[in-house]
Each structure stands twice: as C-alpha cells, then as structure tokens.
C-alpha cells in the first residue's frame, strides 16, 4: 500500500530509493524505472529530494514517516526480488514494458547509437554478432542485447506472474 490518498499512476510514476535499497534500485532501471538512488538519500535529504521532483520514496525507514514524508513505500522484505514484486504490484508496473531502456548506473534515458561508429568501442566479437547498440548520454556506456539479456528478461517474467 502506498501510504497516501493520493492517486500514484504507474506511467508517471518516478521514485526515489533510500540508500538501503541498491539492489532494488538496479532492477528498477533494468525495467526502464526513473529511480535516484545516492549517498545523499536518506531521511531529509531524500524527503525533500523527493518531494521537489514529486517522485515516490522506496525506504526500508520504518522512522521515515514521522518525518511527515510525501507518499512512500515502506519496503518490507530484504530480498531483492520480494522488495521489487512489491513496489511492481503497489505500483502496477509492467516490468518488461520499458525494460533496458535506461543506464542503470545513471538512471539516463538511453538512446541509440548508430553501429557504424562503434567499431572502436565495442568488443571485436559484439562488433560483429550485435546490430542494435545504444548509449547512455551520461557515461558513455554502450549497450547492446546479450546474453545476460535473456536472463534478465526472464526473471522480469517471473516477477510478472508472482
Ligand atoms: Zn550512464
């Protein structure tokens, strides 16, 4: 339950993680979540981070409530997986929609890179196996479908159907 009356929808949605939750964090943005996440992130710092940029806070801070927070997500398990089929089911989220669509050491959008320049910046053997890269704006980090890919794909649909 998100504890607020007021209506969170799952496309809009933009979170704010307290400095418990990295890997919850990183699944997040494997499906495409806007999720900060940093050092700065706790108590304060993330109330008031969270309410100038309107984002929903995800915190393991059962404290952080009588600090009057905007809406939150009070996280109760410490499993990844069971922290992040909760915040999908409060929130609705659909984990494959957006999946890989964003840098998840950044949180930036990614965008895509045209092959022929990425001679250079790829290994030799992804070079010559992938077609579609993209990068992040941000790091510089490129992406590009692989076979960790399918793994990931296939935990996000079992998170689907739990
Ligand atoms: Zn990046």
Redesign the pocket.
């Known amino acids: 339950m998100i504890e607020s009356d007021m209506e969170t929808s799952a496309k809009e949605v933009k979170f704010a993680a307290d400095r418990m939750l990295g890997k919850l964090v990183k699944w997040l943005r494997i499906m495409g979540q806007d999720v900060i996440y940093g050092q700065h992130l706790s108590g304060y710092g993330l109330i008031r981070t969270a309410r100038m940029e309107h984002r929903l806070i995800l915190t393991r801070d059962r404290k952080l409530k009588k600090k009057q927070p905007p809406d939150f997500i009070l996280i109760e398990s410490d499993d990844y997986r069971a922290q992040l089929r909760q915040v999908i089911q409060t929130c609705g989220l659909a984990p494959l929609d957006k999946a890989f669509s964003r ?1 998840v ?2 949180n ?1 959008v990614l965008r895509p890179r045209p092959k022929a320049a990425l001679e250079k910046a790829v290994p030799a053997y992804v070079f010559s196996t992938q077609e579609n890269f993209s990068g ?1 704006p ?4 490129i992406y590009w479908p692989a076979t960790h890919h399918q793994r990931m794909i296939e935990e996000l649909k079992n998170l689907e159907s739990g």
């Open positions: 840098c050491e950044c930036l992040c941000g790091c510089g980090r």
